[in-house]
């Protein structure tokens, strides 16, 4: 009798461990920006792209993993047993920016740090004085990039207002006919930006 039940739970046991999850789970893309992301399941991975308004099911078997791939820093996303919903990050990082240069022109450089109304910029006007940036990421020495501006020509050699040696700026202007060059000192303090000559 004990073996014929231990036989018996044996039995239930194996046919228990031979039976696969199925099902679909649901990537909608409620962002501003084309997503990409990589779905694992029954030991492999597969990645989509998806556009902005876009709705993708995936069928899976066994199990169900989400990861996001990119943009990194400027979505968000809520997920549930079978279902994803991607959103627009809000900015995360305020800066008072002090700039006693001249006005210029911060880049994003696709790094997705810059803001601007809460969706991600390619570039922000820096005016000389003080403003204020939003950011999804923190700004390091390294993430800031600046614009070179438009050139201007001294005799017959041909300047840019921004210039960039190895990890430093340089202003260059026009000084009675002959180039001045100043280095720009870049200061990063908690929510402070400093960039001056």
Not at 120 to 126: F, G, T, V
Request: charged residues 20%.
């Amino acid at each position: 009798m004990k073996k014929i039940a231990v036989l018996l739970v044996l039995v239930l046991v194996l046919a228990g461990c031979g039976k696969k999850e199925s099902g679909i789970f649901t990537v909608q893309n409620d962002s501003s920006y084309p997503v990409t992301f990589s779905i694992g399941q029954d030991y492999k991975t597969e990645k989509y792209t998806l556009e902005s308004g876009k709705t993708k099911d995936v069928a899976w078997k066994q199990y169900v993993l989400f990861h996001s791939v990119s943009p990194s820093g400027i979505i968000t996303w809520q997920e549930s047993s079978n279902k994803v919903v991607i959103t627009n990050n809000t900015p995360a990082y305020k800066y008072q920016v002090r700039n006693s240069v001249t006005p210029i022109t911060m880049l994003d450089s696709n790094q997705n740090i810059l803001s601007e109304n809460d969706e991600k910029a390619d570039s922000l006007p820096i005016p000389e004085g003080e403003s204020e940036i939003e950011c999804f990421k923190p700004m390091t020495q390294q993430s800031i990039i600046l614009d070179k501006g438009t050139p201007f020509t001294i005799g017959t050699k041909q300047y840019t207002p921004i210039e960039k040696i190895e990890s430093s700026y340089y202003f260059n202007e026009n000084d009675g006919g002959k180039i001045k060059t100043s280095k720009i000192n870049i200061v990063i303090e908690n929510n402070l930006i400093i960039i001056y000559k």
